[in-house]
């Protein structure tokens, strides 16, 4: 069975940063593309970011680009999200997700639980 689970979330001030990590079990990183969600209070799930296994191209969403950064560790079979520059409006449950092929474009079918960002003064 496909197993994700996030972790480094937690409240931080504005300006701050995170790095949020996803623990892959039982299927392999370099076979499929790899990407972040996060859901805001009230709102529905939106794409953060995503890396490609077949070329590892990244895509960012507007409202994060130059801040956010996606990595991955294939032989430890780790997703990472490094958060900069954290802003109020980035509060929300971060998800980890596993798409069916190897191209962002491909449908995603698994996700995490999820960690909890908090940015607030």
């Known amino acids: 069975q496909v197993q994700l689970v996030e972790s480094g979330g937690g409240l931080v001030q504005p300006g701050g940063s995170l790095r949020l990590s996803c623990a892959a079990s039982r299927f392999l990183l370099d076979y499929y593309a790899m990407g972040w969600f996060r859901q805001a209070p009230g709102k529905e799930r939106e794409g953060v970011s995503c890396i490609s296994s077949s070329d590892g191209r990244t895509h960012y969403a507007d409202a994060v680009k130059g801040r956010f950064t996606i990595s991955k560790d294939n032989a430890k079979n780790m997703l990472y999200l490094q958060i900069d520059n954290l802003k109020p409006e980035d509060t929300g449950v971060y998800y980890c997700?596993?798409?069916?092929?190897?191209?962002?474009?491909?449908?995603?079918?698994?996700w995490g639980q999820g960690t909890q960002v908090t940015v607030s003064s």
């Open positions: 997700v596993k798409y069916l092929g190897n191209v962002c474009t491909s449908e995603y079918h698994y």
